[in-house]
């Protein structure tokens, strides 16, 4: 009777022991081989100045957070004073110029938060003309949360393999994720929790615009089990050559006004198995792209040639439509990794999975 419940505090004792540091679980869909720092031995930055340059240097490596790192008021602060709307009135503010341009990520770079602990406040994370990048379980947050020209949490530009998972960003000045005009090829986004949730929205309604912005050439991106919220436009956008890959998202929006997807020339999207729940505007007007949103079984088919499979359809609660039938794009799915599709029936787990401090 006794050996029972001894032996199952010696289990529960010996994981954190057996666990090695490092990235949980491998990417799927387009980033599918991302190694990121791969098996370099890890490192444990303690100051901003350490992060900075293990992530800047051309090692691969394996770095760690145990902490947050605050690089709030580090860089001084500069004011602003033109006016964007040339016939409003001119006002000074004074913004945080740490937010303004995030960090340098070289290629072959794991950064990896310990725990809940691995945290980024007041700058964001820049991976340009670099290769096989890995961000997980991090949280990025506070870059000039009041200024539309704020800070980026997230920017690729000119890249390949890159897997961002299970990150949390909230209160950003101006975009949580964003793919720049050039390239950045193979990106998965998965597990994450894009918060819009602000006291400074453009329609002071506390739900932030610029969300998620895809407008790279020939972006192939899978976008799957994040959680996105509290949003009123981009979420995401689409344009570029992107090809769009979103599945088994939950879209939450509670009562704004705004727009989930925004779908420009070039865009392509194939949505599958989403929630969108609350979620008004499913797409703005003017879809000048293409998209498939896997309205019905019998449409659905039409994936089997390029994705081995039929689509699966997405939820709808208390929501607008999302129902376009375009298939000419689909092609563009044969021979990739290709992320599986589950049906789109537990809003609830991947909302509570989401984010940072999960895993
Ligand atoms: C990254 O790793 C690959 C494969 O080992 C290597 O070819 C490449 O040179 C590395 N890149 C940098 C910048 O170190
Ligand atoms: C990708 O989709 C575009 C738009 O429909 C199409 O013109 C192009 O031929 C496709 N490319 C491939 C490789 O299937």
């Known amino acids: 009777m006794f050996s029972k419940p001894f032996?199952?505090?010696?289990?529960?004792?010996?994981?954190?022991?057996?666990a090695a540091a490092g990235v949980t679980g491998s990417a799927e869909g387009f980033a599918k081989g991302v190694t990121g720092g791969g098996s370099a031995t890890p490192v444990y930055p303690t100051t901003n100045a350490e992060l900075v340059s293990y992530l800047g240097d051309s090692s691969p490596r394996v770095i760690i957070l145990t902490k947050t790192f605050d690089f709030t008021g580090t860089e001084g602060t500069n004011s602003w004073c033109d006016n964007y709307e040339a016939s409003a009135p001119d006002v000074s503010v004074s913004y945080d110029k740490a937010g303004i341009l995030g960090i340098t990520v070289g290629s072959n770079k794991s950064l990896v938060g310990s725990g809940s602990s691995g945290v980024i406040k007041g700058k964001g994370l820049r991976i340009i003309n670099a290769k096989n990048v890995i961000i997980q379980n991090v949280k990025i947050y506070n870059l000039n949360p009041r200024y539309v020209w704020g800070g980026d949490a997230i920017t690729l530009n000119n890249c390949d393999l890159v897997w961002?998972?299970?990150?949390?960003?909230?209160?950003?000045?101006?975009?949580?994720?964003v793919l720049g005009t050039d390239a950045s090829n193979r990106v998965t986004i998965s597990n994450c929790d894009i918060d819009g949730t602000t006291s400074w929205s453009p329609n002071c309604d506390t739900y932030h615009y610029w969300n998620v912005l895809f407008l790279g050439?020939?972006?192939?991106?899978?976008?799957?089990?994040?959680?996105?919220?509290?949003?009123?436009?981009?979420a995401p956008k689409v344009g570029g050559n992107t090809l769009l890959h979103a599945v088994n998202n939950y879209f939450y929006q509670s009562d704004s006004n705004g727009h989930a997807f925004e779908i420009d020339a070039g865009g392509m999207v194939l949505a599958e198995g989403n929630v969108f729940q609350n979620v008004v505007n499913v797409v703005a007007s003017g879809v000048a792209g293409q998209a498939f949103t896997s309205p019905d079984s019998?449409?659905?088919?039409?994936?089997?040639?390029?994705?081995?499979?039929?689509?699966v359809i997405n939820a709808f609660g208390s929501s607008g439509?999302?129902?376009?039938k375009n298939t000419g794009f689909l092609s563009n799915f044969s021979g990739k990794n290709v992320a599986s599709a589950s049906s789109a029936n537990d809003a609830k787990?991947?909302?509570?999975?989401?984010?940072?401090?999960?895993i």
């Open 217 to 234: 050439s020939q972006d192939l991106v899978t976008f799957k089990n994040n959680y996105v919220h509290h949003f009123s436009g981009r």
């Open 321 to 324: 439509a999302f129902n376009i």
């Open 7 to 18: 032996l199952t505090f010696a289990l529960t004792a010996l994981v954190p022991c057996a």
């Open 349 to 358: 787990a991947v909302s509570s999975n989401a984010g940072y401090g999960k």
């Open 164 to 177: 961002i998972d299970h990150v949390s960003t909230s209160l950003i000045g101006r975009q949580h994720i």
């Open 298 to 311: 019998t449409s659905n088919a039409a994936c089997s040639s390029y994705l081995g499979r039929s689509c």
